[in-house]
């Protein structure tokens, strides 16, 4: 009924920059915070950064500086745009969003299906 969808994922070369987009679709009534958080291969997924449904933004440290995320309120959306990407970037990184289909109803908590990004040295 809900459904969160990636794109803008790939291959760059460190410096490089990407911008990830995330349409949220379906039955819903508003949307409370968003975000991104990544995994790579034999680690636990972390978050990158978070933006209320007021603008107001957190990142991870290791982030900071350089990944900005924002969102479009109008459209369900949210990005992450990423600038001087590191090899230690490259992971799969997944949108998240807390939805509330129906005016009286509760936020539950909805993933995407992920988006590979390798940043190569």
């Known amino acids: 009924q809900v459904q969160l969808v990636e794109s803008g994922g790939g291959l760059v070369e460190a410096g490089g920059s990407l911008r990830l987009s995330c349409a949220a679709s379906?039955?819903?009534?508003?949307?409370?915070?968003m975000g991104w958080y990544r995994q790579s291969p034999g680690k636990q997924r972390e978050l990158v950064a978070t933006?209320?449904?007021?603008?107001?933004?957190n990142n991870a440290g290791s982030v900071k500086g350089r990944f900005t995320i924002s969102r479009d309120n109008a459209n369900n959306m949210v990005h992450l745009q990423m600038n001087s990407l590191k090899p230690e970037d490259t992971a799969v990184y997944f949108c998240n969003a807390f939805i509330r289909r129906f005016r009286f109803g509760v936020y539950s908590d909805y993933w995407g299906q992920g988006t590979q990004v390798t940043v190569s040295s």
């Open positions: 379906g039955s819903i009534f508003d949307i409370g915070a």
């Open positions: 933006v209320t449904s007021g603008g107001s933004t």
